[in-house]
């Protein structure tokens, strides 16, 4: 086994700000509220068009720049999504083909807020196993969301949390040291009415009932996750410190699931780590499910708070009931590569060739389909 290092990341925000003052005027609540209980002062919601996957392919294109990688080189994408475009086709499959990844295996994760956690563990496994014939050793690994299409706008202990946006990770197998070190995962099923979404899988498909009942939003018992979440999340971050033989004083930044600043700090004293040792964000993009700990993670290192040999903790919890952590020593040189005109006609090559193999592709089927009916 060697191990898997990130080398690219990348993330991607809508245009559209919504306020805590904005939202104060379609609900009964208050800026003052919000803040208080969530930190939250202004999440990004999704235009009409955009969706999980163009928004997760947008995030995709800047971690493989990043990367300096190409689509092909692409053995493994993993979308880690509680809300894909489709139940199917999986959104990684979307992603697959927008990006002309021509060699890669593609699947959508669902771990609730834990997904991106989940997602890194499993693709660092799969790439580090050096014998897995064709394998070349490169994954990217996404989280992304579109939170906006299944939040109750009238709720208003729900509707004040959440935003849209995704994140996205190159993982690359090398042999030299650090990449991902440890990662734990874990599920307790027996809270998953905590927060869910009741209807539109198996157990109650779409129905005038489940649609007047308003049974397609996330339903949440806020106190309890909180409970949870204030428990989970340090315990997790603990054992993958110490599944890596490392302890809480090696850590130089802990990148947790971005849902409420108030939950954050309750993990930052359980762990006596200083506030400005936990990355927060939650403040400009809400909760943003699965995509928090990339699009974090994306904004640490853009900031300069992650340089070469630090080691760091992502960190999630969430609908499952789901919690999991991995410790990762930073591998990569940084800054990265400062974008040249070159990368930028590269990739601007590589996205041209992406839609003309995907159109192509389809044209093919309909005609081939056309000249077997005939
Ligand atoms: O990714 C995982 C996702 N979930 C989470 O991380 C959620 C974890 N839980 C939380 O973050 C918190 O429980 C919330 C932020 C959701 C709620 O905060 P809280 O301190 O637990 O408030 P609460 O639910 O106990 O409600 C306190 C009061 C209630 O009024 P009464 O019954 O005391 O009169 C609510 O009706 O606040 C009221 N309330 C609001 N007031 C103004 C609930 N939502 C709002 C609101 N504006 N948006």
Redesign the pocket.
């Known amino acids: 086994m060697s191990p898997a290092h990130i080398v690219g990341w990348g993330k991607y925000v809508p245009e559209q700000v919504l306020t805590n003052a904005d939202?104060a005027q379609r609900?009964?609540?208050?800026h003052e509220?919000?803040i208080a209980?969530?930190g939250v002062s202004e999440r990004r919601i999704a235009a009409e068009g955009e969706t999980t996957s163009s928004m997760a392919i947008q995030a995709s294109w800047a971690a493989l720049a990043e990367a300096g990688a190409s689509p092909a080189e692409l053995d493994l994408i993993i979308v880690a999504t509680a809300t894909p475009d489709y139940i199917f086709p999986a959104t990684a499959c979307l992603v697959q083909d927008a990006l002309g990844a021509t060699h890669a295996a593609a699947f959508d994760l669902s771990a609730?807020?834990t997904g991106f956690v989940y997602a890194l563990g499993v693709a660092a496994d799969m790439i580090s196993a050096k014998d897995r014939p064709g394998s070349t050793g490169a994954a990217l690994v996404i989280g992304a969301e579109t939170l906006s299409r299944i939040t109750d706008w009238t709720d208003?202990?729900?509707?004040?949390?959440f935003g849209d946006g995704a994140g996205a990770v190159v993982l690359r197998r090398d042999e030299s040291e650090g990449g991902v070190l440890s990662t734990v995962l874990g599920a307790d099923g027996s809270g998953g009415d905590l927060?869910s979404m009741p209807a539109g899988g198996s157990a109650e498909p779409c129905s005038h009932r489940t649609v007047s009942e308003r049974r397609h939003f996330i339903r949440?018992r806020?106190?309890e996750?909180?409970r949870f979440?204030a428990r989970a999340m340090p315990e997790a971050t603990q054992r993958a410190l110490e599944q890596a033989d490392l302890t809480v004083g090696d850590l130089a930044l802990l990148i947790p699931?971005q849902?409420?600043e108030?939950?954050l700090d309750a993990a930052a004293r359980a762990l006596n780590l200083p506030t400005e040792l936990v990355y927060s964000n939650v403040a400009r993009y809400g909760?943003t499910?699965a995509a928090?700990i990339p699009i974090a993670l994306c904004e640490a290192v853009e900031e300069g708070l992650v340089q070469r040999d630090d080691v760091i903790v992502c960190v999630g919890?969430?609908?499952g009931l789901t919690w999991g952590a991995t410790a990762v020593r930073w591998s990569v040189p940084l800054p990265g590569r400062p974008p040249s005109p070159w990368r930028t006609l590269r990739y601007r090559l590589l996205q041209a060739y992406a839609m003309a193999r995907s159109f192509a592709l389809r044209a093919l089927r309909y005609i081939f389909s056309r000249g077997l009916g005939e």
């Open positions: 939202l609900i009964d609540t208050s509220w919000i209980r969530t609730g807020c208003r202990a729900t509707c004040v949390l927060l949440m806020g106190r996750v909180f979440a699931h849902a409420n108030r939950i909760n499910s928090s919890f969430g609908a």
